[in-house]
T-cell receptor, first 111, second 112 residues
Framework: QKEVEQNSGPLSVPEGAIASLNCTYSDRVSQSFFWYRQYSGKSPELIMSIYSNGDKEDGRFTAQLNKASQYVSLLIRDSQPSDSATYLCAVSKGGSEKLVFGKGTKLTVNP | GAGVSQSPSNKVTEKGKDVELRCDPISGHTALYWYRQSLGQGLEFLIYFQGNSAPDKSGLPSDRFSAERTGGSVSTLTIQRTQQEDSAVYLC??????????FGQGTRLTVV
């Protein structure tokens, strides 16, 4: 099992819809979870962090964490064409706290 | 500076030459990462430094790759005897422990 797994996509949603991005991880003692957005030709940028079970909302973005199921997700409400990018899930590895990144999910929002 | 700084932004080198890539992390960040990203691909982990601990070198693809971090701050990634397959964007990131990592703008390496 990979340490951090994401569906590679591509995920395509119409403008205004909710985009749902999912991530599972293998290390049960992971404590820190992050979502990054990477536009083509650019570096990844942080959009959300979450440390405890439940939901965390920031504008149109909601991160959801379920440690029992080792699952973290990102919801993007009212998706815009400018949200089209690759979304990377990152999880801290127990012990070393090294961030491990998934391969990313490519999202396309169609006008 | 306020962010992670990488130099050079672009590097073109001839096959077989050695190259050095530099990363200046955010001040106070104890963790530093190097990643490689080929066109259209995901992040490939190379090496992780955390404080005074021994670096995690598990991602280095061959013994031609090495990295050091001097004084817990600046890091240099060295690629010896470059090959065409080394062409990629090399990204550096830094963080405080338990918190998010911030990325530099990357160095685009082209081996001709």
């Amino acid at each position: 099992q990979k340490e951090v797994e994401q569906n590679s996509g591509p995920l395509s949603v119409p403008e205004g819809a909710i985009a749902s991005l999912n991530c599972t991880y293998s290390d049960r003692v992971s404590q820190s979870f992050f979502w990054y957005r990477q536009y083509s030709g650019k570096s990844p940028e942080l959009i959300m962090s979450i440390y405890s079970n439940g939901d965390k909302e920031d504008g149109r973005f909601t991160a959801q964490l379920n440690k029992a199921s080792q699952y973290v997700s990102l919801l993007i409400r009212d998706s815009q064409p400018s949200d089209s990018a690759t979304y990377l899930c990152a999880v801290s590895k127990g012990g070393s706290e090294k961030l491990v990144f998934g391969k990313g999910t490519k999202l396309t929002v169609n006008p | 500076g306020a962010g992670v700084s990488q130099s050079p932004s672009n590097k073109v080198t001839e096959k077989g030459k050695d190259v050095e890539l530099r990363c200046d992390p955010i001040s106070g960040h104890t963790a530093l990462y190097w990643y490689r990203q080929s066109l259209g691909q995901g992040l490939e982990f190379l090496i992780y430094f955390q404080g005074n601990s021994a670096p995690d070198k598990s991602g280095l693809p061959s013994d031609r790759f090495s990295a050091e971090r001097t004084g817990g701050s600046v890091s240099t990634l060295t690629i010896q005897r470059t090959q065409q397959e080394d062409s990629a964007v090399y990204l550096c990131a830094s963080s405080r422990i338990y918190t998010e990592a911030f990325f530099g703008q990357g160095t685009r390496l082209t081996v001709v």
